[in-house]
């Protein structure tokens, strides 16, 4: 995370995803749903970072994830509401061969670090519902 990724909202973000795709071979085309990628797997090279979904200040965001179709966290068809867990602890980077945008957020417990990545295949899945 760096100081000067500039926060993006629903609006931004929709933008991005809808950029027109170049075919690529993706190293994290397959990261339909969220999914643990080590930081030694993580192609940071082939990757730009484009902001951040996380309010640097403030309270702590809400865990609560969203789910009215009762998806799961790391379902491919969930939805990306970019309020709730896990977005709001997201930064965001897309692909530079094929600006296929790309979030990616830490997940950590007491002896446990793990990176999340999820490409957004879908701008569809994204929303903004009202934060809990
Ligand atoms: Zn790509």
Not at 23 to 40: E, F, I, K, M, Y
Request: negative net charge; hydrophobic residues 35%; proline residues 11%.
């Amino acid at each position: 995370m760096t100081a000067e990724s500039p926060l993006l909202g629903l609006a931004e973000l929709q933008a991005l995803a809808q950029q027109p795709h170049r075919a690529c071979q993706c190293p994290l085309a397959d990261c339909t749903g969220w999914t643990s990628v080590p930081g030694h797997r993580w192609p940071g090279s082939a990757l730009v970072a484009v902001g951040t979904l996380r309010h640097a200040e403030g309270a702590e965001p809400t865990f609560e994830e969203w789910h009215p179709q009762r998806t799961r966290i790391d379902s491919p068809d969930a939805p990306l509401a970019v309020h709730h867990y896990p977005c709001n602890r997201a930064e965001v980077f897309a692909c530079k061969q094929c600006q296929q945008v790309v979030l990616k957020y830490d997940e950590t417990g007491g002896y446990y670090f793990d990176s999340r990545a999820r490409r957004v295949h879908s701008p569809s899945l994204l929303c903004d519902p009202s934060p809990p």
